[in-house]
């Protein structure tokens, strides 16, 4: 089964920018499409975007537009998750999934921390 | 934006126990809504999908209904493994939102 494997933790400076992989290991993105979520400290889940990787159609949750960009590159089974302009409320593990046709995220990578702070 | 509402937010049971979650959609999402169950410091992991679908590996346990707007998942015997966080999502339209959590804790 394919897995997802992000990179690793970062710490970023208000209103810099991050931008997290997502890379598929033991072969392609298999997925129907692939989303990005984050959890903030202590709190639920949260919707930011996602992608049709073999299209390259995106569609972002209203809050992120104009601040978040996702991509793929097809070459090396790799999603991309950046996000702009940062500030204190963006620190959150932020985690990209597989999604089957249905929508379910059937696959997760295991989670990348971003912490923002001055 | 489509809405979710859990319910309880938590709840403390023991093992063995039955226990119930219900969502509830803002609007009709069909049968287009998935649980997942989160551990401390671990990703999400699908249990159910389709509102009633038992997603590979999954134990049978864990018993899920609903459609339009009501849905529910039951836990038939609780065991230890089962204690965590459970969300419910709806895949009918983007954005994907995901209902608040309810924690289930051991009594």
């Known amino acids: 089964q394919v897995q997802l494997v992000q990179s690793g933790a970062a710490v970023k400076k208000p209103g810099s920018s991050v931008k997290v992989s997502c890379k598929a290991s033991?072969?392609?993105?298999?997925?129907?499409?692939i989303s990005w979520v984050r959890q903030a400290p202590g709190q639920g889940l949260e919707w930011m975007g996602g992608?049709?990787?073999?299209?390259?159609?995106?569609d972002y949750a209203q809050k992120f537009q104009g601040r978040v960009t996702i991509t793929t590159d097809e070459s090396t089974s790799t999603a991309y998750m950046e996000l702009r302009s940062l500030r204190s409320e963006d620190t959150a593990i932020y985690y990209c999934?597989?999604?089957?046709?249905?929508?379910?995220?059937?696959?997760w990578g295991q989670g990348t921390t971003v912490t923002v702070s001055s | 934006d489509i809405q979710m509402t859990q319910s309880p937010s938590s709840l403390s049971a023991s093992v063995g126990d039955r226990v119930t979650i219900t969502c509830r959609a803002s609007q009709s999402i069909s049968n287009y809504l998935n649980w997942y169950q989160q551990k401390p410091g671990k990703a999400p992991n699908l249990l159910i999908y389709a509102a009633s679908s038992l997603q590979g590996g999954v134990p049978s346990r864990f018993i899920a209904s609903g459609s339009g707007t009501d849905f529910t998942l039951t836990i038939s015997s609780l065991q230890p493994e089962d204690f965590a966080t459970y969300y419910c999502q709806q895949s009918y339209t983007t954005p994907r939102t995901f209902g608040q959590g309810t924690k289930v804790e051991i009594k």
């Open positions: 999934a597989g999604e089957k046709a249905s929508g379910a995220s059937h696959v």
């Open positions: 992608i049709i990787p073999i299209f390259g159609t995106t």
């Open positions: 033991g072969g392609t993105f298999s997925s129907s499409s």
